[in-house]
């Protein structure tokens, strides 16, 4: 991976996880957030009110879809570090 590429990584990750967390805070705090644009990974930290321990999301592969000029996030291969949530997934989020 390049360095224009890293810091470009970079750049998106830190000012979506600012957006988010000002968006939904309410909900509790994105701690980390690491995108790999080249293997199209995302891996998320959330510290979520009520629960006692950070909760892990790992996409294993994304893309970026554009439908009538917005652009969307169309993700493959999520788990979490819930198995609750990764049943939800399974039976809700095909």
Not at 59 to 70: A, I, N, P
Not at 72 to 90: D, F, G, K, P, Q
Request: charged share 30%; hydrophobic share 40%.
């Amino acid at each position: 991976m390049s360095i224009l590429t890293k810091a470009i990584d970079w750049m998106l990750q830190e000012a979506a996880r600012i957006w988010i967390n000002n968006e939904y805070g309410r909900f509790g705090t994105m701690t980390k957030l690491e995108i790999d644009s080249q293997k199209r990974t995302i891996h998320v930290e959330l510290d979520l009110k009520g629960e006692t321990a950070p909760i892990k999301v790992d996409v294993g592969r994304y893309t970026l879809v554009e439908e009538d000029g917005k652009t969307y996030l169309e993700m493959a291969e999520v788990s979490t570090s819930r198995e609750w949530i990764n049943l939800l997934l399974e039976e809700f989020v095909k």
